[in-house]
């Protein structure tokens, strides 16, 4: 089960408090032995709460609760196990959700419908929520509003390394700030990412202006990367807004007064997604694919996405090789419009193929250099349209199938 | 390059010489050295042709050839070079595959237009057709009607097995013969797959019908495979008809006299299907996925590819994990109607998941065996609807890291 940590992997940022988030974890042995299995957080009052999840047919139980506490659009409590999604756990695992939202709405003193539930893990199995139950009265009683690389940790589970991201942000000139912490690793594409992604703020803002802004930001950071093709069924993205800043009201519309906040949350959704991407199963990659002159920004994002998940550009990334031609392949396969004779392929910045033929005599050199880096940039440029999309994804390597070919033993 | 022999691997069958058919391979050392890289084939005078091609919008230059040539209905000669696909190859590409046909013509006397080309290797570099050429009329002299495993093992890549089917049936008494041979192995998925198929009969049939034939038997057979969900530049499916055989006139429509050839044929086409993917790249283990219970039978096919094509799914097979959680996710990820609580997988005929959750205390046992097994079956009903299909595909393995991580070294 242990990986080596991700060649890609980032540190952990500073992560100071915010106001009206209380946060801590535990080990309730749900799965895993020895290590924190359970993270809680405690909303202010007044929390407004969003939320973007998976487009999964086979959703997990904890994201039929979700969905349906949304609609209040306010939260007082988080709860997040991992080790056992709870999905595909028939009548039980619903009851298991509620159970687990019941008995955190008993200790924070809020209802049952304000509390948040994810699950993350193995698919299946019936969530041993006693076991939840016992412990969350010493986690809640342990709550501090400084322990978020625990709560990061706790959440993870074939992540090698926990993710976060924070900035901070003006509105009407008082200070605010943004935290996310996130886990991802395989099952990872959109819409959205295999993650779980957690983002609080101490701004006050309305559930509904909440939501818009959520949404805009996802189309442009977890519904833009992809590690293996595979959508999971727990995908949940909830940012919590506990209003505890002291900031000038902010009109339902948003407006200019957001466009610092909203700047700021789109760089942590951004920069969580990406942290996902290089903590991808087995990446020692991470492969950013650049799709310009397509006749849309949404044929654009296809064909960038064909080329993100096909096993033979990954494989020749993994492999060091500048071979452009599986890159075309993948161009054609996307079923979207594109003209052989016009298409143009980069790797690191070198034009090795323009308007359907290779370019003769181009400088190989500073390619191979490129692709021995951690970092890869493929640029596709069809030549159709003004239509653009980025993406990014990770390397297919030994190591994936080391991971997933054991994953439950 | 060289890999061991697929475990999946199945015998060449004996090949009987078909009327009107002589072929033969010869080592043009167009990449390979050391092998046959080249393969032709001459056809009796009165050959009616019926042809398949990728879908993929960046195809190779042969492929623009043969669907200008298939016009005409009338085929001469075949030749194949294995090494270069010359694909991505600008105008050179095209002027490339015209003089190969002219060669070819002016050693069979007939017209270019009724020579057909087909080139399966590398992606985007020139072909060096003056190779090919200087080679050729030497292979011609050659031709024979017994050297089917020198063609068949001509036109391999990283296959690891030459690959040929055939079957005999009657047509209004008379006994007619059918016989094909393909190489694929990676670049594997519908429509096409990654492949090259060559199929000959002596039956006499006009070539619109044969290629009613041939596209119906396709559905049934290369469109349902899939190695690693990318689709070549190059897949050819050519079929061609001799009219050598001594049989009554079949009318323009075909009809009940032809039951038995379509059944043969679709016999040929469907082992040649199976034999590319038990020769995919690494793999170790035959997959069938049978979805049924689905809105339409197309609906059906997309949710056993989005299986089929999961590195999720096909990595548990390879680590013989009956981990059917992942079948629920790659079910949902589909974007096909599907009702988690209605949803039924079984693996090895054993039924693990019911009705939207495990089945209690179901017998692992078998379901353990079966999965050590070179055969595995997935059954997944939706139970929605009447609709169904069969996909195969193989499990993702290190070996197809291996091959892949490396192909042009």
Same mark, same amino acid.
């Given at each position: 089960?242990?990986?080596?940590?991700?060649?890609?992997?980032?540190?952990?940022?500073?992560?100071?408090?915010?106001?009206?988030?209380?946060?801590?974890?535990?080990?309730?042995?749900?799965?895993?032995?020895?290590?924190?299995?359970?993270?809680?957080?405690?909303?202010?009052?007044?929390?407004?709460?969003?939320?973007?999840?998976?487009?999964?047919?086979?959703?997990?139980?904890?994201?039929?609760?979700?969905?349906?506490?949304?609609?209040?659009?306010?939260?007082?409590?988080?709860?997040? #196990?991992?080790?056992?999604?709870?999905?595909?756990?028939?009548?039980?695992?619903?009851?298991?959700?509620?159970?687990?939202?019941?008995?955190?709405?008993?200790?924070?003193?809020?209802?049952?419908?304000?509390?948040?539930?994810?699950?993350?893990?193995?698919?299946?199995?019936?969530?041993?929520?006693? @076991?939840?139950?016992?412990?969350?009265?010493?986690?809640?009683?342990?709550?501090?509003?400084?322990?978020?690389?625990?709560?990061?940790?706790?959440?993870?589970?074939?992540?090698?390394?926990?993710?976060?991201?924070?900035?901070?942000?003006?509105?009407?000139?008082?200070?605010?700030?943004?935290?996310?912490?996130?886990?991802?690793?395989?099952?990872?594409?959109?819409?959205?990412?295999?993650?779980?992604?957690?983002?609080?703020?101490?701004? @006050?803002?309305?559930?509904?202006?909440?939501?818009?802004?959520?949404?805009?930001?996802?189309?442009?950071?977890?519904?833009?990367?992809?590690?293996?093709?595979?959508?999971?069924?727990?995908?949940?993205?909830?940012?919590?807004?506990?209003?505890?800043?002291?900031?000038?009201?902010?009109?339902?519309?948003?407006?200019?007064?957001?466009?610092?906040?909203?700047?700021?949350?789109?760089?942590?959704?951004?920069?969580?997604?990406?942290?996902?991407?290089?903590?991808?199963?087995?990446?020692?990659?991470?492969? @950013?694919?650049?799709?310009?002159?397509?006749?849309?920004?949404?044929?654009?994002?296809?064909?960038?996405?064909?080329?993100? #998940?096909?096993?033979?550009?990954?494989?020749?990334?993994?492999?060091?090789?500048?071979?452009?031609?599986?890159?075309?392949?993948?161009?054609?396969?996307?079923?979207?419009?594109?003209?052989?004779?016009?298409?143009?392929?980069?790797?690191?910045?070198?034009?090795?193929?323009?308007?359907?033929?290779?370019?003769?005599?181009?400088?190989?050199?500073?390619?191979?250099?490129?692709?021995?880096?951690?970092?890869?940039?493929?640029?596709?440029?069809?030549?159709?349209?003004?239509?653009?999309?980025?993406?990014?994804?990770?390397?297919?390597?030994?190591?994936?199938?080391?991971? #997933?070919?054991?994953?439950?033993?």
């Amino acid at each position: 089960m242990a990986h080596a940590v991700s060649p890609l992997a980032l540190p952990l940022p500073a992560l100071p408090p915010i106001g009206g988030v209380r946060l801590g974890a535990a080990a309730a042995g749900i799965r895993y032995v020895g290590r924190d299995d359970l993270m809680m957080v405690e909303l202010a009052r007044g929390t407004t709460v969003a939320g973007v999840f998976t487009n999964n047919k086979c959703p997990g139980a904890p994201i039929d609760w979700c969905r349906g506490a949304l609609k209040g659009g306010k939260a007082r409590a988080l709860v997040v #196990n991992a080790g056992n999604s709870n999905v595909f756990t028939g009548r039980a695992g619903a009851e298991a959700v509620k159970a687990s939202a019941e008995a955190a709405a008993r200790l924070v003193g809020c209802r049952a419908r304000e509390v948040f539930i994810a699950s993350t893990g193995v698919i299946g199995q019936r969530l041993p929520v006693e @076991k939840l139950e016992a412990a969350l009265p010493a986690l809640h009683a342990s709550l501090s509003d400084e322990a978020w690389e625990r709560a990061a940790r706790a959440i993870m589970t074939t992540d090698t390394f926990p993710k976060a991201a924070t900035r901070t942000a003006e509105i009407g000139g008082a200070e605010v700030r943004i935290t996310g912490i996130a886990k991802g690793s395989g099952m990872i594409a959109p819409d959205m990412a295999t993650m779980l992604a957690f983002v609080f703020t101490d701004a @006050k803002l309305p559930a509904p202006l909440l939501q818009r802004l959520l949404s805009r930001g996802v189309a442009r950071s977890f519904n833009c990367i992809t590690v293996d093709s595979d959508t999971s069924t727990s995908d949940t993205l909830l940012l919590f807004a506990t209003g505890a800043a002291a900031h000038p009201r902010v009109p339902a519309e948003g407006g200019p007064i957001l466009r610092g906040f909203r700047a700021a949350l789109e760089a942590v959704l951004h920069e969580l997604a990406l942290l996902v991407v290089r903590d991808g199963e087995g990446a020692q990659k991470l492969i @950013k694919v650049s799709v310009r002159g397509a006749v849309s920004a949404r044929s654009a994002r296809r064909v960038a996405l064909s080329i993100a #998940n096909s096993p033979l550009v990954k494989t020749a990334i993994a492999g060091e090789d500048a071979n452009w031609g599986r890159i075309v392949m993948a161009v054609g396969k996307a079923g979207e419009p594109a003209d052989r004779d016009r298409l143009s392929v980069a790797i690191g910045g070198v034009w090795m193929a323009r308007n359907g033929a290779v370019v003769e005599g181009y400088d190989e050199r500073p390619v191979v250099a490129h692709l021995k880096g951690h970092e890869v940039e493929i640029t596709v440029d069809l030549g159709l349209g003004r239509g653009e999309a980025t993406v990014w994804t990770c390397d297919l390597t030994h190591a994936y199938i080391d991971i #997933n070919g054991s994953y439950r033993s």
